[in-house]
């Protein structure tokens, strides 16, 4: 809502209230001001001249030589480019020394060998909304129609003295979409008085015409008026109006429809003229379109209605669309000469849903989808019918005909001071509250307590107590309202377990070098196809109903493929290597169509490409691969209390064949590890890649089922022992380790792997494979002949299992 | 056999001064102290002297022993010492040069800053509560005051998947459904961290994609005095300093009264800057009291209970708090913009 300073001012004295210091006390009251749009742009020295004289310009064809009357004694010599400027024109000039917007500063000049003494103004020159002018005032020099001396500065003439404030309305403050819901909340806010135009219904003259109103659709609208008005001139609209829809951002375009703009801004209520001789049988019927049911509105679109629409019709035809657009049919244009103004209600619910199915959206349809005050209605027509008989001339020849169903209820509201006190934690005085109430013109009747506020009916969104409060807390002020902290009962604050791990794993993938990323949870269907994800069987991506991109369609059921990405983007930068990972919800749903939510589960993901770490003067291996990224995943593990999981080779699709593995944990498939295909790399420019996807639940759950219990230091010395073997090389290490643990039971304390090679000396499809077995007892020190015994146990097992052969 | 002596140990002590390597200390032990050494050979001529002279020369002969084992420990001591400050001196590096980079990641800014949140209200009791993604039109909207063709759903527009699912527009949701699983207990304390969707043209100030953190605090007596509070002291731990704020009505269908609540500017202090619009002031949250609808929604009756509600953005917190003037950055994931949080 845009809102004229000076319009304001005639309702509200604005007298030593500054457009700046008002802004200040709306936003602090609750309706905030976006902008101060002062219409002067440095417009200086532009005044009102009567052009006395055209003559040819001597050498150009496009100039001509004007003599102009601008007050300053000798008349003025200038030269013109514009094609309207004719003798007798009223117009504005800029004297020499004059300055227009953008810092334009007019001088004295010669043009084409002939001296000019100003400049003759076009609006667009004066800095005005030229893209809300009428055609004719966008072309061409400005002509001011309204008489006045010569001389005169322009800008009061323009409107081009006066602020606007540009107010961002919360959904519930729709009471001031109109100057004068603006006008009782700044009297409020300041306290002063307010001033309204009284209206009273023009009695008709002669010869009375029909109306018959009949709302055959009450819910939709339970109230309407109309009024006829015959010999009506089309022509401009008087230039003070002009200006303030101007200010107000609306666009003149004749008197008829100008005066129901301007007193829908005035009165918040949206009017609608029609021309009355195409309104068959002098009958409006409200009601709801059928089947099928076509309107062609104003603008000359045909609009296909459905069953919700609520149209205006005649006796025979649609004639427009209630609340939203009038038809093109009963258009008020050049040759009309009897109007029927209608002013209504229609809920806002009908308007809402037509405007959305229609797409269409206008200054009335913004104000009915909020609620207009029903009690403006009959005053909003007749101010409007004043207005038309005052400039656009015409007699009224009807009463005003009004079919209304039901009666505004006076709405009646209890504020408890106990229950104002305590919600908001400040003693507001009774006397505060009390003057409050009459700020807001309210009337209340106090007693044990209890104030009864009478709601007028301008202010809808007010209906329980704590609306009124909220009131009260408004205009009291906000800020008086103290610090203070909640002194109830205590609880214990924390993160829930689940929760404190999440942020465990990510601390630990972060504290081995990986970057953690957010990414989109909508993407493509495409980029989820890029590779196989461990809830791939389950995985039915879910389409959102109106995307908007192909990007951002479907929500992920995986989050490596967007680290592809992410990886890519950031190679793409000079970026030798990266380390990525997300800990993110995935969105699982079997349903073709979705009909309950859906699964939203936790995935870790991560992935590691190039060469992390900027090369370092001390040379080294810097090239992650598989182990790298296992090595990182089992210290995450570790951290958080998981030995128990196992790893064996699988091809998902997207993966090296030879390099990939899926993860498990008591048998049940968990993630996956390996290298991205090198093909499915290549696709994002990335060399080798590898990645890792897990669930989270699984692994949270055995974490948080872990018991951590300290065990005894051992007490007695250990012996190491190391193994060599020979085996087929097809057979996985970790096979030959779960063997060796079997094997050598309780006393075994420790296996470890220092060595695998393959080559020449161990044979053909073999690999030698190196344990070191440390053994130890917890009660006694160990003989080297229980340790033999024990050691060749394990290689008998080994022999037996695995064919494994002693490395000699 | 005095004189003898005593020139001895003066040849001894002249030859232990001089040598320069524990292999020429050696020698001189051998030389003097060894089983054919000179002191020993002494020691073996005693018998040759008078019984009145063989207590005092013996005496003196273990005494010069003595004296040069002595000097030849401390002269040991001393070589090894130098050596090893030799050695030192060669094994001399450029301290300088950088150090071997150990692997560092980041946690991103976002989560970064949403943990910090999560800390300061933790601090003050409240538990920290999830809520899905994929949300009810019920919860999302009706829950809250918000019924289908309700205005102010203009303010939002949704993703929606079927016309009673979206994805949620924003956390508070989670107000109802903590209420609802509270079943009637007080008091509640909760804040929600979580990712919100709406329909929004991503530029430098919009993405389709942000998070915010939901609260509410339900308990009987709770006065928004306690809410301007509660925040105030939340604003001035996440920001690190003292903080003026001032409250300013505002408009959300689940509070009633709804505010928003600023901060003097963490840029400049108040004297205003371009971050604060020349106004010294930032907005940081909108809140409100819980309207009693939403309480009765709940579960709570709305004559015994009150409650306050408040939703941040943690984008917007995290870009005060660091200065970063494009929000899309947090979701491009340039590790040239996470790099620099890595101390966050």
Redesign the interface.
């Known amino acids: 809502m845009l809102v004229s300073y000076q319009w304001l001012n005639q309702y509200v004295d604005l007298t030593g209230v500054t457009p700046e210091q008002l802004a200040e006390e709306l936003t602090r009251g609750g309706v905030e001001v976006d902008s101060i749009q002062p219409l002067d742009q440095g417009v200086k020295k532009v005044v009102t001249g009567h052009v006395r004289k055209v003559e040819p310009h001597p050498d150009a064809d496009r100039l001509q030589v004007c003599t102009v009357d601008a007050g300053q004694g000798e008349p003025l010599q200038i030269v013109c480019g514009a094609p309207n400027v004719a003798e007798g024109q009223m117009v504005p000039v800029a004297l020499p020394g004059a300055r227009l917007p953008g810092g334009v500063k007019i001088k004295k000049s010669k043009l084409r060998g002939v001296s000019s003494s100003g400049m003759i103004c076009s609006a667009k020159e004066l800095g005005m909304p030229d893209k809300l002018l009428p055609k004719e005032q966008q072309e061409g020099i400005l002509t001011l129609s309204e008489p006045s001396d010569t001389g005169e500065d322009v800008k009061p003439i323009l409107g081009l003295d006066d602020v606007v404030l540009e107010l961002d309305l919360t959904p519930n403050r729709s009471d001031c979409l109109s100057m004068w819901g603006v006008a009782y909340e700044v009297a409020a806010l300041l306290d002063r008085e307010i001033h309204l135009p009284e209206t009273k219904e023009e009695t008709p003259e002669g010869k009375e015409k029909e109306i018959e109103i009949v709302l055959d659709a009450e819910e939709d609208c339970p109230f309407y008026a109309a009024q006829v008005i015959e010999g009506i001139r089309l022509g401009p609209s008087p230039r003070w109006m002009q200006n303030r829809l101007l200010a107000a951002g609306v666009r003149p375009i004749n008197n008829v429809v100008d005066i129901t703009n301007y007193v829908m801004l005035e009165y918040g209520q949206p009017l609608h003229a029609f021309d009355y001789s195409q309104v068959d049988g002098g009958e409006i019927v409200v009601r709801r379109a059928g089947t099928g049911e076509t309107v062609t509105t104003l603008d000359g679109v045909t609009r296909a209605c459905n069953e919700e629409t609520l149209l205006i019709t005649d006796e025979t035809k649609p004639i427009g669309i209630a609340g939203v657009m009038g038809g093109e049919n009963s258009e008020v244009k050049d040759g009309t000469t009897t109007l029927l103004l209608e002013s209504a209600y229609f809920a806002p619910e009908s308007i809402r849903r037509t405007a959305r199915h229609l797409g269409l959206r206008s200054e009335a349809s913004s104000r009915f989808e909020k609620g207009v005050d029903p009690e403006r209605i009959l005053p909003a027509l007749q101010r409007a019918v004043e207005l038309i008989r005052q400039y656009a001339g015409g007699k009224v020849v009807s009463r005003i005909k009004s079919e209304r169903i039901g009666a505004i209820d006076d709405v009646t509201v209890e504020l408890r001071h106990q229950r104002l006190t305590g919600l908001l934690g400040v003693q507001v005085e009774k006397e505060s509250v009390i003057d409050i109430f009459r700020r807001l013109r309210f009337p209340t009747e106090v007693g044990d307590g209890v104030y009864r506020v009478q709601v007028p009916s301008r202010r809808p969104d007010i209906s329980i107590e704590v609306d009124l409060i909220e009131e009260v807390a408004r205009l009291y002020g906000y800020d008086r309202i103290p610090t203070t902290l909640p002194w109830g009962q205590q609880s214990p604050g924390a993160l829930t377990p689940e929760q404190r791990l999440r942020r465990v794993i990510r601390h630990t993938l972060r504290d081995a070098g990986f970057h953690e990323v957010v990414n989109y949870s909508l993407t493509s269907p495409a980029r989820l196809n890029e590779l196989d994800s461990v809830l791939q069987e389950e995985a039915r991506p879910i389409r959102i109903s109106m995307p908007m991109s192909d990007e951002r369609k479907v929500l992920r059921t995986t989050l490596l493929p967007q680290l592809m990405e992410t990886a890519e983007y950031n190679i793409h930068r000079r970026e030798t290597g990266v380390a990525l990972f997300e800990l993110g919800r995935v969105f699982i749903s079997q349903e073709k169509k979705l009909s309950r939510q859906p699964d939203e589960r936790w995935m870790l993901a991560g992935l590691v490409t190039g060469a992390v770490h900027p090369p370092h003067w001390q040379k080294g291996e810097n090239t992650p691969d598989f182990f790298t990224l296992k090595g990182h995943l089992e210290m995450m593990f570790a951290r958080i209390g998981l030995g128990t999981l196992t790893f064996e080779a699988a091809q998902p699709a997207g993966y090296h064949p030879g390099r990939t593995a899926v993860i498990k944990q008591d048998g049940d498939t968990i993630g996956l590890i390996g290298q991205i295909h090198p093909k499915t790399a290549a696709a994002h420019d990335l060399g080798d890649t590898y990645g890792f996807e897990l669930e989270l639940a699984p692994i949270v759950e055995k974490a948080l089922q872990q018991n951590l219990r300290y065990q005894t230091l051992p007490k007695y010395p250990d012996t190491t022992r190391d193994l060599a073997l020979v085996v087929d090389e097809k057979i996985p290490v970790a096979d030959l380790d779960r063997t060796i643990r079997s094997a050598g039971g309780e006393l075994l304390r420790s296996v470890s792997l220092f060595d695998v090679f393959t080559g020449e000396q161990v044979g053909k499809g073999k690999k030698s494979v190196a344990f070191s077995l440390t053994y130890q007892a917890a009660d006694h020190t160990l003989t080297d002949d229980e340790v033999n015994q024990l050691h060749q146990e394990v290689l008998n097992r080994l022999k037996a299992e695995h064919d494994a052969l002693l490395r000699q | 056999m005095r004189e003898k002596l005593e020139k001895l140990k003066q040849a001894a002590e002249e030859q232990i001064d001089a040598a320069s390597s524990p292999e020429q200390l050696k020698e001189i032990r051998v030389k003097y102290l060894g089983k054919k050494g000179e002191i020993t050979s002494i020691l073996r001529g005693m018998k040759d002297l008078s019984p009145e002279e063989r207590p005092v020369i013996g005496s003196l002969a273990n005494q010069v022993r003595g004296q040069l084992e002595e000097w030849i420990q401390e002269k040991e001591e001393s070589l090894q010492e130098a050596l090893l400050e030799a050695r030192l001196q060669e094994e001399s590096i450029d301290v300088t040069?950088?150090g071997?980079?150990?692997?560092?990641?980041?946690?991103?800014p976002?989560?970064g800053v949403i943990?910090q949140i999560?800390d300061i209200?933790?601090?003050?009791?409240?538990?920290?509560a999830?809520g899905?993604?994929?949300?009810?039109d019920y919860y999302n909207f009706e829950a809250l005051n918000l019924p289908k063709?309700?205005?102010?759903r203009?303010?939002q527009d949704s993703?929606?998947?079927?016309p009673e699912?979206l994805?949620r527009t924003q956390t508070s949701p989670v107000q109802v459904r903590s209420m609802e699983s509270k079943e009637g207990k007080?008091?509640v304390?909760i804040i929600c961290p979580g990712?919100v969707?709406r329909?929004d043209?991503d530029d430098a100030t919009h993405t389709?994609?942000f998070t915010q953190v939901e609260g509410l605090?339900v308990?009987?007596?709770?006065?928004?005095?306690?809410l301007?509070?509660?925040l105030?002291?939340f604003a001035e731990q996440i920001f690190g300093e003292k903080l003026k704020?001032?409250?300013?009505?505002?408009?959300f269908?689940f509070t009633?009264?709804?505010?928003e609540m600023d901060i003097s500017c963490v840029q400049c202090g108040g004297s205003g800057c371009r971050m604060c619009k020349q106004t010294g002031w930032i907005e940081i949250l909108g809140a409100g009291?819980v309207?009693?609808r939403v309480l009765e929604r709940g579960g709570y009756d709305s004559e015994r209970y009150?409650g306050f509600a408040f939703g941040m953005g943690p984008e917007r917190i995290a870009m005060m708090k660091y200065g970063i003037d494009d929000i899309r950055h947090?979701?491009?994931?340039?590790?040239?913009f996470?790099?620099q949080f890595q101390s966050i």
Not at chain 2, 132 to 136: D, G, Q, S
Not at chain 2, 159 to 162: G, Q
Not at chain 2, 219 to 226: H, N, P, T, V, W
């Open positions: 040069l950088p071997r980079p150990e692997p560092l990641g980041t946690v991103h976002l989560n943990e999560e209200f933790i601090g003050m009791g409240f538990e920290v999830e899905p993604e994929v949300e009810t063709d309700h205005p102010a203009d303010m993703f929606y998947i079927t699912l994805l007080v008091p304390k990712k969707y329909r043209d389709h994609q605090v308990d009987r007596g709770i006065a928004m005095s306690e301007h509070g509660t105030l002291t704020s001032r409250l300013r009505p505002s408009y269908p009633e009264p709804s505010v009291m309207h009693p009150t947090f979701y491009t994931n340039d590790l040239r996470l790099r």
